[in-house]
């Protein structure tokens, strides 16, 4: 059985506006703005980066 990759980013541009769009695990595209995108990334990075730099240093 094949699975999924567990996240899928693309960049999508319609005339002047471009989209972000996310996808996980096979769920529905999410689509979200170049801002919006940048905001959920630092977001992740503030939540998930720093325990698992700490966990590494022990």
């Known amino acids: 059985m094949s699975h999924p990759a567990p996240l899928a ?3 999508h541009v319609h005339g002047d506006t471009v989209w972000v769009a ?3 695990r096979g769920a529905d595209w999410s689509w979200l703005t ?3 995108a940048v905001r959920l990334a630092r977001q992740w990075l503030d939540q998930y980066e720093r ?3 700490a ?3 022990d």
């Open 9 to 11: 980013v693309e960049e």
């Open 22 to 24: 996310l996808r996980a």
């Open 34 to 36: 170049p801002a919006e």
């Open 51 to 53: 325990p698992a730099t």
């Open 55 to 57: 966990a590494a240093g």
